[in-house]
């Protein structure tokens, strides 16, 4: 069964860090280009960023609210993908969703989806 | 960027009701659009993938149309298990956007 389970979620300070993980089983997660995706309290869905396979290149992408201060990561060796938040504004307070996505003629979609992990960021 | 809309915003409807859902894209996306269902709690699921295709287990009764900028997702049939958010995104380019959501409650 493929599937994501995402980790590290709390509740930090403006200012702060904090670093989010998603395990992968069921693929072959070194092929996979991996994403976060967040969920604002209510709002709709939100593109954070991406990281490619390192067969791709292994580059990152960037929503421009984030860039900077966000980066994406992966460790093929242990099937986990890695969002490390610094510089935390109460705006980035979310459900955070790691999903891989996949693509046929270059066409993508997203396909599974973590079951998300709530950071809160607040004094 | 490019901009998705949705209409509506919510809808009420009941069991056996067809419903259509649209979404507008800013500029033509040709057919990078996937349409996906949220539920409280839960994880997005994939229900259409390149605007017309069905995700394999996704009940026929989900359809997905359209090309360019428009585009329209249909529940033939609703039944108790749709009721939910469903939102389209766009994957034509970076930044990867989404609609802000269809809620679809029962009447």
């Known amino acids: 069964e493929v599937q994501l389970v995402e980790s590290g979620g709390g509740l930090v300070k403006p200012g702060g860090s904090l670093r989010l993980s998603c395990e992968a089983s069921?693929?072959?997660?070194?092929?996979?280009?991996m994403n976060w995706v967040r969920q604002a309290p209510w709002k709709g869905l939100e593109w954070v960023g991406r990281i490619k396979s390192k067969t791709d290149g292994g580059t990152t992408e960037y929503a421009a609210p984030v860039k900077g201060r966000f980066t994406v990561s992966r460790d093929d060796s242990k099937n986990t993908l890695y969002l490390q938040m610094n510089s935390l504004e109460t705006e980035d307070t979310a459900v955070y969703y790691c999903t891989t996505e996949w693509a046929v003629a270059t066409i993508g979609w997203f396909d599974p989806w973590g079951q998300g992990t709530l950071v809160t960021v607040s004094s | 960027d490019i901009q998705m809309t949705q209409s509506p915003s919510s809808l009420s409807a009941s069991v056996g009701d067809r419903v259509t859902i649209t979404c507008r894209a800013s500029q033509s996306i040709s057919s990078y659009l996937n349409w996906y269902q949220h539920k409280p709690g839960k994880a997005p699921k994939l229900l259409i993938y390149a605007a017309s295709s069905l995700q394999s287990g996704v009940p026929s009764r989900f359809s997905g149309s359209g090309s360019g900028t428009d585009f329209t997702l249909t529940i033939s049939s609703l039944k108790s298990e749709d009721f939910a958010t469903y939102c389209c995104q766009q994957s034509y380019s970076t930044p990867l956007t989404f609609g802000g959501g269809t809620k679809v409650e029962i009447k």
């Open positions: 069921g693929f072959t997660f070194s092929n996979a280009w």
